[in-house]
């Protein structure tokens, strides 16, 4: 079974930043799509996404702050948070886009954000 190891959260001020890193065994990242899912309280929402040709896209609440990209030799993708607010205080979780019953989600990060 797939699965996915997050890492690089934190505590961190307002305004500042972190780069997460996503892992996975027994899968290639770059040929698949991949995306970076968070969950403050209830459901999860996506928050940024990467396709196998680098296509990348964001929600609304992130874009412009928050930058994700691949790694092909180390098969990490990252995100990089910048000009962090607490509204992003969430576990992060990384994972296929669509997500797929076959792969199980990681422990996650968590990223506290302080005002």
């Known amino acids: 079974q797939v699965q996915f190891v997050e890492s690089g959260g934190g505590l961190v001020q307002a305004g500042g930043s972190l780069r997460l890193s996503c892992a996975a065994s027994?899968?290639?990242?770059?040929?698949?799509?991949i995306a970076w899912y968070r969950q403050a309280r209830g459901e999860r929402e996506l928050v940024a996404g990467i396709?196998?040709?680098?296509?990348?896209h964001y929600a609304d609440s992130v874009k412009g702050r928050f930058g994700i990209s691949r790694d092909n030799g180390r098969n990490t993708v990252y995100l990089q948070m910048n000009s962090l607010k607490p509204e992003d205080t969430a576990v992060y979780y990384c994972?296929?886009?669509?997500?797929?019953?076959?792969?199980?989600w990681g422990q996650g990060t968590q990223v506290t954000v302080s005002s």
């Open positions: 396709n196998s040709g680098g296509a990348t």
């Open positions: 027994r899968i290639t990242l770059r040929f698949n799509s």
């Open positions: 994972n296929f886009e669509p997500t797929v019953s076959w792969a199980s």
